[in-house]
């Protein structure tokens, strides 16, 4: 059975940083391209950034880009994201999936939430 587990997730202050962590179990992600999305109460989930199975192509979500860093660690089944300068409206419920995301592969996610 696959797993993806999200951390790092947590209560900060705006203009802090957090660096969330998705670790697979169950197969390797080694060959896929991995992303990260979030869900913000009451709203649709949203991509956030991407990256290319090799980790050498990355893209973001505009609201993101010049504050996230997303990478991997394919020998640890691994994705990050670090998140800098968090702004209130980053406060959401973070996920990582393969890109484009498969259904049955969502986890629970890490709460991020940012106060004002």
């Known amino acids: 059975q696959v797993h993806l587990v999200e951390s790092g997730g947590g209560l900060v202050q705006a203009g802090g940083s957090l660096r969330l962590s998705c670790t697979a179990s169950?197969?390797?992600?080694?060959?896929?391209?991995m992303g990260w999305f979030r869900q913000a109460a009451g709203k649709e989930r949203e991509f956030v950034a991407r990256i290319t199975r090799r980790g050498d192509t990355t893209r973001y979500a505009d609201s993101l880009k010049g504050r996230a860093t997303i990478s991997r660690d394919n020998a640890k089944n691994t994705v990050y994201l670090q998140m800098n300068s968090l702004k209130p409206e980053d406060t959401a419920v973070y996920f990582c999936?393969?890109?484009?995301?498969?259904?049955?592969?969502w986890g629970q996610g890490t709460q991020v939430t940012v106060s004002s």
């Open positions: 169950g197969r390797s992600f080694t060959y896929y391209p």
């Open positions: 999936n393969t890109d484009p995301p498969d259904p049955g592969y």
